[in-house]
T-cell receptor, first 113, second 113 residues
Framework: NAGVTQTPKFRVLKTGQSMTLLCAQD?????MYWYRQDPGMGLRLIHY???????AKGEVPDGYNVSRLKKQNFLLGLESAAPSQTSVYFC????????????FGQGTRLTVV | AQSVAQPEDQVNVAEGNPLTVKCTYS??????LFWYVQYPNRGLQFLLK??????LVKGSYGFEAEFNKSQTSFHLKKPSALVSDSALYFC???????????FGTGTRLQVFP
């Protein structure tokens, strides 16, 4: 039981390049989230999904797109990377609404130069 | 919109002393509150949650949290701190209207031997 797995763990991009971060969970969770973590700013919600085929915007969605074609996978895309997107990205998932706790991946450290 | 605030960037405490990490919340309706811990270069791990019931909630690693409705607070506590408790702690709230999971900015706990 791997839990929540993020791929890749590290990446360096040049400004303007594109990439996709993959989040995979094997717990049959309905809810999945993408956050970015920056010093002094905590975790900020980028996009989230409440089920297969659904996505919604979080607090900082600009410059990112997501897809949830399969229940177990939640993809985060950067179409044209900018230095402001240098951050650590975390994926999380949980089973149901309201009171269930979330499980987090190990994070992806992205540097845009 | 639901939100949480962590007023302290850092808390320092001597090993063996009690510790408190503060969190206040702003919600409409019943609050669904969580505490998570992050060790260096790791994802977040769930500590405890308040959904309903007793105001004192017990969680992992000897941590507990006190829910105070009148003060809109959900402070994390531990009777006797360990050096190994040194980490980054996040308070979070579930927005039941939007299904978002919103985090505070985090508090770094430093326990000195």
């Amino acid at each position: 039981n791997a839990g929540v797995t993020q791929t890749p763990k590290f990446r360096v991009l040049k400004t303007g390049q594109s990439m996709t971060l993959l989040c995979a969970q094997d717990m049959n969770h309905e809810y999945m989230y993408w956050y970015r973590q920056d010093p002094g700013m905590g975790l900020r919600l980028i996009h989230y999904s409440v089920g297969e085929g659904t996505t919604a915007k979080g607090e900082v969605p600009d410059g990112y797109n997501v897809s949830r074609l399969k229940k177990q996978n939640f993809l985060l895309g950067l179409e044209s990377a900018a230095p402001s997107q240098t951050s650590v990205y975390f994926c999380a998932s949980h089973k149901g609404p309201v009171g269930t706790e979330a499980f987090f991946g190990q994070g992806t450290r992205l540097t845009v130069v | 919109a639901q939100s949480v605030a962590q007023p302290e960037d850092q808390v320092n405490v001597a090993e063996g002393n009690p510790l408190t990490v503060k969190c206040t919340y702003s919600v409409s309706g019943n609050p669904y509150l969580f505490w998570y811990v992050q060790y260096p270069n790791r994802g977040l791990q769930f500590l405890l949650k308040y959904i309903t019931g007793d105001n004192l909630v017990k969680g992992s690693y000897g941590f507990e949290a006190e829910f105070n409705k009148s003060q809109t607070s959900f402070h994390l506590k531990k009777p006797s701190a360990l050096v190994s408790d040194s980490a980054l702690y996040f308070c979070a709230v579930r927005d039941i209207n939007t299904d978002k999971l919103i985090f505070g900015t985090g508090t770094r706990l430093q326990v000195f031997p």
